[in-house]
């Protein structure tokens, strides 16, 4: 199931840096969301210990995984998140996680400086 978003593990993760105090580090519980469906996210997030699942629901209302994220991936809903668009799958912490957290706004701006045309 890790496998399913391959392309995120094409995005080369050179000059990105993370602070090692807790200010940008978030720990979280299971059950409780990163990002829920019909929200725009605020956060893009480096797992440093944990899993968390997107959920998405169908017609019916019935839940379905559709991805998973584990220790030493970025979570996100991507490009949704860049964009500024509601979320259409949720997030959720599947066991104890440990997320360094860069909000989207500072990435988003990072891309009209670098590559004013990219957004």
């Given amino acids: 199931m890790n ?14 840096t993370f602070a090692s105090g807790r200010e940008n580090c978030t720990i979280m ?8 469906a019909g929200r725009i996210g605020r956060y893009i997030g480096f ?9 998405a629901v169908d017609p019916e209302g ?21 964009y500024g668009v509601p979320s259409k799958v949720s997030i ?3 066991s104890p996680c440990e997320i360094y957290c860069v ?14 045309s990219f957004i």
Wanted: charged share 25%.
């Fill in 3 to 16: 496998s399913i978003l391959t392309y995120q593990r094409l995005i080369p993760v050179t000059g990105v």
């Fill in 29 to 36: 519980r299971p059950e409780i969301f990163f990002l829920e």
């Fill in 47 to 55: 797992v440093k210990e944990g899993t968390l699942k997107y959920i």
């Fill in 62 to 82: 019935n839940e379905h995984i559709i991805n998973l994220e584990f220790a030493g991936e970025f979570v996100a809903d991507f490009p949704d998140s860049i």
């Fill in 92 to 94: 959720k912490v599947n």
């Fill in 103 to 116: 909000p989207t706004t500072t990435l988003r701006n990072r891309l009209y400086a670098d590559h004013g």
